[in-house]
């Protein structure tokens, strides 16, 4: 089974930091590109990063740049969200999700984990 | 830019949901659909236009024609109550749509 499993959300300091990790199985994990994808407390989705298979390419959204880090261990079937400076309005759910199995363009995003919570809090 | 949703939309139970998405000339392309139940992660139930995951129900389909893409669900069912989101391709990186949460009467 494919499956995607986050950790490290907790509750922090506005200017803290925190490393999120999302481990896989049931696929061979180098072979993907992977995605953060957030959503805030009664918000709707926001994709945060991405990193290609082999970590040579990363992306993010332009209100994380600078602050966050997208990384990739493929000995270890596992991605990271290290997130600097954090703000109030980093609080979210915070997804790992896989880009879908499918040939050509147009994929979507298949399959999601259950998520970790960051709140970001005084 | 942005891709625009109605907040909300309201279906009897049984009939055909139709759930929009504008913002793009989707000519120009592809578009992906996903289904967030309450307290869920999102589920992909549309890629590459109009086709299905398996396991993803017939009921299921969308269409798309110049700068708006439709979801439809055919025989609506309780348990299709949920929100709505579309997304495309911004180079790498995919963008998402406000959500539309659907209610079944």
């Known amino acids: 089974e494919v499956q995607l499993v986050e950790s490290g959300g907790s509750v922090v300091r506005p200017g803290g930091s925190l490393r999120l990790s999302c481990a896989a199985s049931?696929?061979?994990?180098?072979?993907?590109?992977m995605n953060w994808v957030r959503q805030g407390p009664g918000k709707g989705l926001e994709w945060v990063s991405s990193?290609?298979?082999?970590?040579?390419?990363?992306e993010y959204v332009d209100s994380v740049k600078g602050r966050f880090t997208i990384s990739r261990d493929n000995a270890k079937n596992s991605v990271y969200l290290q997130m600097n400076n954090l703000r109030v309005e980093d609080t979210a759910f915070y997804y790992c999700?896989?880009?879908?199995?499918?040939?050509?363009?147009?994929?979507?995003?298949?399959?999601w984990g259950r998520g970790t919570l960051v709140t970001v809090s005084s | 830019y942005a891709l625009t949703q109605a907040p909300s939309v309201s279906v009897s139970e049984g009939q055909t949901a139709s759930i929009a998405c504008s913002g793009v000339?989707?000519?120009?392309?592809?578009v992906c659909w996903y289904q967030q139940k309450a307290g869920q992660s999102p589920v992909l139930v549309i890629y590459?236009?109009?086709k299905r995951p398996s396991g993803i129900p017939e009921r299921f389909s969308a269409s798309s024609s110049g700068t708006t893409a439709i979801l439809s669900i055919r025989g609506t069912q309780i348990t299709d109550e949920a929100d709505y989101y579309c997304?495309?391709?911004?180079?790498?990186?995919?963008?998402f749509g406000g959500g539309t949460r659907l209610t079944v009467l």
């Open positions: 999700a896989r880009e879908q199995e499918v040939a050509g363009n147009g994929k979507g995003l298949d399959p």
């Open positions: 049931g696929f061979t994990f180098d072979d993907f590109d």
């Open positions: 990193i290609n298979w082999n970590g040579g390419i990363t």
């Open positions: 000339d989707f000519g120009e392309t592809f």
């Open positions: 590459q236009d109009v």
């Open positions: 997304q495309v391709w911004d180079g790498r990186n995919p963008r």
